[in-house]
């Protein structure tokens, strides 16, 4: 055996770097996805055959790669994402260590194909050759990782199962696709698996995707929380302390994007929930913390799964004082989704509600019509999270989306009226930088805005949301600030329009569960008016018009 030092054969280190980064063909498509994310694409398109044994591509519409570069991207320690060593305590890309490519083109038949705007035409680069050649593609990158470990076959043969390894490679689609709402994801995992996850803008349909990844029993039992502390926020949503799961598969934090399993973050969580759960089960939640660059390294491990805060304690804190809130919140607050201990609904009566998610109503639904004599329906068909088709004398559709919120809205003017109008605390209040003008204005105010359970913590700059009334809790807090001030500077200390202003925030609410859709029927029995305004009488014509769809 020779004894003396030598360096390393290139290809020889990069395998060794590969059994950090390449674990399992999931591990090669988290690699992949989160270059595609860097390189700022918004649409991400990934194919998988075999498991990931035979081919894992991924193709995107981001800002491609040099023609000149791409033998340097299959090179270690070669990136674009950080030129210096100060840059390593403010890193805000996914990757930066320049180890992924070549570690992933050492244990596989890598394709590397790109083309950036600028370019005629897009070039492709295979990992065994050392120039890249002219090739037809659109703008953006492809990556095609074939016949993972084939010069490695001990390490394939440490791979499980394909069900396994197919499960394994959705677990990290969905953990990337929910780092990126505004990203559209295709994904192909075999001929009978796909899933599609169009880009969202719009932050209030966020709960689609949550729902299609984790299930709408997580999106019914869950609570949205949004808590800042100076410049670190934590918002997301947190399962109810009776919605525990024998798994951890709806576990999802979140910090700036990035996909982390902490063990801080793990602990702190659990500790919110306390003795609450019980032996073996485990809370669901779907969290994104954001902070600044400087206060995280994510430079910790070679797959950058953990991380470690500058201040751990504060962080930890304010996680486990956070969802303790919501959940507090959500015990102590009863609202329109809790469950109750109503009748169970007949199976065949769920059996036709699923049948008919997907059927919409075209008859209009704002007619007023006499207040019916009240009769607790015997069967509830929930459509669209919106409608409720009744069945009892005859069949009425009522809007109880619309109707609900009408109740809530109704509720908090009463409150206000009797002067029991609760308030919740803003855990970590969130600061507002607004116009001196429109702070001088709240500063007059604060008087009315008190009675009404809106207590405000005014700056020289800025103002923070100290308490808010119970009713506005999913109120997004800055379109609460700016709602205030218009109605301050349209009506001045009108009382009433100020009431106006504030029920008007009040959301609507999706339709998720049967006993919901039967708790907002009870209350509308004690509200006729409304009742009337949001119902309507199906004749049987329509109404078999309905299921013969």
């Given at each position: ?118 370019q005629d035409c897009g070039w492709q680069l295979v990992s065994e050759s050392e120039q890249p ?417």
């Amino acid at each position: 055996m020779n004894n003396r030092i030598h360096a390393l054969p290139l290809q020889l280190a990069n395998q060794i770097a590969a059994g950090e980064v390449v674990e399992r063909p999931a591990s090669v498509l988290k690699e992949l996805v989160e270059n595609s994310i860097d390189a700022g694409a918004t649409q991400i398109d990934i194919q998988i055959e075999g498991a990931g044994r035979q081919l894992i591509k991924v193709s995107d519409n981001g800002g491609g790669i040099h023609p000149d570069d791409l033998p340097l991207a299959l090179s270690r320690h070669a990136t674009s994402k950080i030129n210096s060593s100060e840059q390593l305590s403010h890193i805000g890309s996914l990757g930066f260590r320049g180890e992924a490519l070549p570690s992933i083109a050492s244990v596989s038949r890598l394709t590397l194909a790109s083309k950036q705007a600028d370019q005629d035409c897009g070039w492709q680069l295979v990992s065994e050759s050392e120039q890249p050649e002219p090739a037809a593609h659109p703008d953006g990158t492809s990556v095609s990782v074939a016949e993972l470990f084939f010069n490695l076959p001990a390490r394939r043969r440490f791979l499980r199962s394909d069900k396994t390894e197919l499960q394994h490679l959705i677990t990290t689609f969905n953990r990337l696709a929910l780092s990126r709402f505004d990203i559209g994801f295709n994904g192909r995992f075999s001929d009978s698996h796909w899933l599609k996850l169009p880009a969202l803008t719009d932050p209030a349909q966020h709960a689609q995707r949550i729902s299609k990844i984790c299930g709408q029993a997580f999106t019914r039992n869950a609570s949205y929380l949004d808590q800042q502390f100076e410049d670190i926020r934590l918002h997301g949503w947190v399962g109810k302390r009776s919605a525990h799961r024998a798994q951890t598969d709806v576990q999802y934090f979140f910090i700036n994007g990035r996909v982390i399993r902490d063990r801080i973050i793990n602990h702190a969580v659990r500790q919110a929930y306390g003795d609450t759960l019980p032996a073996g089960r485990q809370p669901a939640y779907v969290l994104y913390l954001t902070l600044p660059l400087d206060r995280v390294d994510v430079n910790v491990h070679p797959t950058k799964h953990e991380v470690r805060f500058r201040d751990a304690r504060l962080i930890h804190g304010l996680i486990t004082r956070a969802v303790t809130e919501a959940l507090d919140n959500e015990a102590a607050v009863p609202n329109i989704q809790d469950e109750l201990p109503l009748a169970k609904v007949p199976e065949q009566v769920e059996e036709r509600a699923s049948n008919y998610q997907t059927q919409s109503v075209s008859k209009p639904l704002d007619v007023p019509q006499p207040a019916p004599v009240y009769r607790r329906p015997d069967e509830v068909l929930i459509l669209h999270q919106r409608f409720g088709l009744i069945y009892s004398e005859e069949p009425q559709l009522i809007d109880l989306q619309a109707a609900d919120q009408a109740l809530r809205q109704a509720q908090f003017v009463r409150a206000v009226e009797r002067g029991d109008l609760t308030s919740r605390p803003i855990l970590v209040p969130m600061r507002l930088t607004l116009p001196s003008a429109d702070l001088a204005l709240l500063d007059q105010h604060q008087a009315l805005l008190a009675q009404l359970a809106l207590i405000l913590e005014i700056n020289a700059d800025t103002v923070a949301i100290k308490r808010i009334p119970y009713l506005l809790s999913q109120v997004d807090l800055q379109q609460l600030a700016e709602s205030v001030v218009n109605s301050l500077e349209k009506h001045g200390n009108d009382r009433a329009a100020m009431i106006t202003t504030l029920s008007e925030l009040i959301p609507l609410s999706p339709l998720t569960s049967q006993e919901q859709a039967r708790q907002i029927i009870d209350a509308l029995q004690h509200a006729p008016e409304t009742m009337a305004r949001w119902q309507q009488k199906l004749d049987p014509a329509t109404l078999t018009g309905l299921f013969s769809n």
